[in-house]
């Protein structure tokens, strides 16, 4: 006896690099796969693996990145400020000393 049992299944359809069959694998799973980059097998019995680095390592290398170019603007925005007050401060010594220059002649 035989039962129509309906499946919901999202296949990704893959191609062998070795012998070019074309093979499903179940979404998740080949997703797993491209996270875990574990060793993987086609109909065939030739090897397969994702190259390269997971998502999860890419996405802790670019926060990593991220956190060191927030440090660098959050260090140059303070040097930038810092050299404001600097510029800021030397503006008004000058005036200060160009309006006694400036009395000065006038006497
Ligand atoms: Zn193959």
């Known amino acids: 006896m035989a039962f129509n049992v ?3 299944l999202r296949l990704e359809i893959i191609s ?5 069959v074309m ?3 179940a979404e998740e ?3 797993s796969l491209r ?5 993987w097998y086609c109909p065939n019995g030739h090897s397969q693996s994702y190259l390269g680095k997971s998502m999860a390592t ?4 670019l926060e990593k990145k991220n956190l060191a170019l927030s440090l660098e603007r959050d260090r140059a925005e ?3 400020a ?5 510029l800021a401060s030397f503006k008004k010594r000058k005036q200060e000393k160009d309006k006694k220059a400036g009395r000065g002649r006038s006497k």
């Open 82 to 86: 810092q050299k404001g007050k600097q």
């Open 16 to 20: 062998c690099c070795v012998c070019g």
């Open 35 to 39: 996270e875990t980059l574990k060793l």
């Open 78 to 80: 303070t040097k930038a």
């Open 6 to 8: 309906p499946v919901n």
């Open 29 to 31: 799973f080949n997703s």
């Open 23 to 25: 093979f499903g694998l």
């Open 58 to 61: 890419q996405i802790f290398e």
